[in-house]
């Protein structure tokens, strides 16, 4: 997922002079987006185990009388309330549940991506539709798809080659400003 870039505005563009190749690279652009889905699901399900072993852990170091200052009941058990608060403050708790959110967010993004493939996939069958009804002037020549395919393949190559430079040049001026 990391390695591969996402653009999901330049991949919901759509070419109506090249319909059909837009058809063949349905499957790529789904599978670019559902695996960091899949593989972010995944993240999130991790970290929403590991608050509740946080919680637990928490719950017992408190019930185990090894946090001082808890409110207790006639010096016995802390209180429920006091327990709670305890681990809802506590620095690994509240780090832990940022990790969630975060993961959580990025879950929603790629649902939408994945979202708009499928609307861009229902997009380009209507338009197929409407090339079949003749309402587009289209090509009268016979096209050849694998050169079409190969040049949009170097496209997507160069337009990632310079997203990188530019990345690592911005990662090099951030460099230089700490210094």
Do not use: W
Not at 68 to 83: C, F, M, S, Y
Not at 125 to 140: D, N
Not at 167 to 177: A, D, P, Q, Y
Request: hydrophobic share 35%; glycine share 4%; charged share 40%.
């Amino acid at each position: 997922m990391k390695d591969e870039r996402l653009d999901f505005e330049e991949d919901m563009k759509i070419d109506p002079d090249a319909l059909d190749v837009e058809l063949l690279h349905l499957a790529n652009l789904y599978a670019k987006y559902a695996k960091p889905l899949a593989e972010a699901e995944d993240a999130l399900r991790k970290v929403e185990e590991e608050i509740k072993v946080c919680r637990s852990e928490l719950i017992l170091k408190a019930l185990q009388g090894k946090v001082k200052k808890l409110r207790r009941v006639n010096d016995k058990e802390p209180t429920g309330q006091a327990i709670e608060a305890y681990y809802r403050r506590h620095p690994d708790y509240v780090e832990l549940k940022g990790k969630r959110n975060r993961t959580a967010f990025e879950v929603d993004m790629l649902k939408n991506a994945v979202f708009g493939v499928n609307k861009k996939t229902i997009g380009l069958q209507e338009l197929v539709k409407l090339l079949l009804g003749e309402y587009f002037a289209g090509p009268k020549l016979p096209r050849d798809l694998t050169s079409e395919n190969l040049e949009r393949a170097r496209r997507e190559e160069a337009r990632s080659k310079v997203k990188e430079k530019l990345s690592s040049e911005g990662k090099e001026t951030k460099r230089r400003r700490k210094k």
